[in-house]
């Protein structure tokens, strides 16, 4: 018999129902993982609700795959789920916005899609070369508006297509590769002014050469902390 297990991978919001009172609520990737022959197999993937009130989960998008939630939870952006949450999905599936009523399939493919503050912006990469969770893959990062609908390229050579949004939403944080010295250098966006500051700090290449750069931490003090 196959060992299964349910991951949830959760996203905090808030939701006020009364001036005095409110409830929270999660929204979430629910997806159930089945281990075969020491391989992982995705199934039921969807986008679930969460009442911590009440303790209840609702199933609001079937096979798909959540990406971010506008702070007044009036908006969702997400992907279909084309290959059970496998990594190639996220490359290769467009991203959607649903509102209340609506859905709107946007010209877009890329991973790890988030809103900025005001919602009328999209970060997100794509365009990998070597593959997604490679240890040297590298990912184009974009911006698309969704009030003109052009796409704005802040960089082709991002390291492992990972980045950061700072607390406000409103600056992104990537790196990109120098050969010469086996590190990696320090970008900060700031989306408002639509200005670029490379930080004169530098990180060792050893560090981060785990498909995923999640030893990186933007404080809400704005403060960066890392493992060295």
Known sequence: ????????????????????????IFYTNAYEVTYWSGFAHYDNVAIQMVNLIDS?????IDSAILHDVKEDQSTILFS?????????????????????????TLSIFGHE?????????????????????E???????DI?????????????????????????????????????????????HNIDLDQTNVLNAKLPLSTYSA????NLFWGKNNFLYTSL
Do not use: C
Not at 8 to 21: D, E, G, H, V, W
Not at 115 to 124: L, P
Not at 147 to 170: A, E, P, Q, W
Not at 211 to 214: M, T
């Open 1 to 24: 018999m196959l060992s299964k297990k349910l991951f949830i991978s959760i996203y905090l919001l808030f939701k006020a129902t009364q001036p005095l009172m409110a409830s929270e």
């Open 56 to 60: 209840s989960f609702i199933k609001i």
């Open 80 to 104: 279909p789920a084309i290959n059970q949450y496998s990594n190639i999905n996220e490359i290769e599936a467009p991203i959607i916005i649903k509102d209340y009523y609506n859905y709107d």
């Open 113 to 133: 899609a988030r809103f900025n503050s005001d919602g009328n912006k999209i970060v997100f990469s794509s365009s990998f070369t070597g593959g997604l969770h």
């Open 135 to 141: 240890n040297e893959s590298f990912s184009s990062l």
């Open 144 to 188: 698309y508006s969704t009030l003109t609908s052009v796409t704005t390229t802040l960089s082709d050579s991002i390291f492992t297509g990972y980045y950061i949004l700072s607390h406000d939403k409103n600056r992104i944080l990537w790196m990109e590769k120098i050969n010469s010295v086996d590190s990696l250098r320090i970008y900060i």
């Open 211 to 214: 498909w995923y750069g999640n």
